[in-house]
């Protein structure tokens, strides 16, 4: 990996990843795609190359590839679980014909692709608890039909042309660069940004609802990771579950408040959210990621809570 293109970096993800690899390839060139309306700002437009990278214009990905011989593609277009409800027609052009104009791309200029899937990915039927790497997969939201049809064109690519695909499931992701738009996790990012901010918060998921979260520094440690690994070691490749806490809102409150006593939360729990958390798993087993790649995440909740709270008085310039 030394020519990344990034596609989404100015999102959640792709706003941490793109200074990451900046940091550890200073030697590659690491574009910075975006969409008009998402420009890149501050240090991710100066630090580096971008460009504008809309997934549903393959030429245009093409031509990107080709200018800075670009061999690794982050695939980091994507609607949110909850936005994707709402507009479930541009979901599936942007994560399904998007992610086909990356392959076809990918296939014919020899680049890497990472595309994450998540815990969307799953649905009712699969076990919610210790949820294996190789299980149901019927997800009842748009958001993870196209996440499972990720995973499986994702694969159909690595065998029938060899294209080196690779992936991992994301859980909840919790950050203080970026917030997440629109998705069923998206609580526990915001909750601290309240809490930090000595604001109530309005908590739309259910006390009671557990679904596996990881902070982004882990996050991006198996985004990296997992396009380093050994392919000799992988028997799977798209996706890996990857795992490093569980807990529901109540949990994480009394957590928050063990740190800042006066934090208060209320419920109005959203129907919508409510019930795309409620098919997915509780608990993610990641065995498979870890025999077959070495990963371990860092993180838990009380190491993540700290970071956040320090972090965010920091950006917030709050004592
Ligand atoms: N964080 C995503 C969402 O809530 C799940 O991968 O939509």
């Known amino acids: 990996m030394k020519n990344v293109l990034v596609i989404g970096s100015t999102g959640q ?12 390839i200073p030697e590659g060139n690491i574009v910075a795609g975006y969409i008009p309306g998402a420009e890149p700002k501050g240090v991710l437009l100066e630090s580096g190359p971008s460009e504008i990278a809309d997934v549903r214009d393959g030429q245009q990905l093409s031509s990107i590839v080709d200018r800075y011989k ?3 593609i982050y695939n980091l277009a994507a609607l949110l679980s909850a936005v994707a409800e709402k507009k479930p027609l541009l979901a599936w052009d942007i994560q399904m014909n998007g992610l086909l104009n990356i392959l076809e791309v990918a296939r014919e200029k020899g680049c890497a692709v990472f595309t994450p899937s998540s815990i969307g990915s799953f649905g009712p039927e699969t076990p919610k608890v210790n949820t294996p790497q190789d299980t149901i997969q019927r997800p009842r939201s748009m958001y993870g039909v196209t996440k499972v049809a990720t995973e499986l064109l994702s694969d159909y690519y690595y065998h029938k042309y060899g294209v080196d695909t690779r992936s991992v499931r994301f859980p909840g992701l919790i950050s203080n660069v970026t917030l997440p738009g629109g998705g069923t996790t998206d609580y526990a990012v915001e909750i601290y940004y309240a809490a930090v901010k000595g604001e109530e918060f309005v908590c739309p998921i259910a006390a009671g609802t557990f679904m596996d979260m990881m902070y982004m520094p882990d996050a991006l440690k ?10 000799s070691r992988l028997i799977h490749r798209n996706s890996f579950n990857v795992a490093s806490m569980s807990f529901d809102p109540e949990i994480l409150a009394a957590k928050i408040r063990s740190r800042i006593p006066e934090f208060r939360m209320r419920y109005e729990v959203d129907p919508m959210r409510e019930e795309i958390a409620q098919s997915w798993p509780d608990k993610l087993d990641d065995s498979c990621a870890r025999a077959e790649w070495d990963w371990a995440p860092s993180y838990d909740l009380d190491s993540m809570t700290d ?4 972090s965010l008085r920091k950006k917030f310039g709050i004592e």
């Open 13 to 24: 993800i792709g706003s941490e990843l793109t200074m990451k690899l900046r940091r550890e």
């Open 70 to 72: 670009i061999d690794t």
């Open 222 to 231: 198996a985004a990296v990771e997992i396009m380093h690994a050994d392919p």
């Open 307 to 310: 970071d956040m709270i320090v």
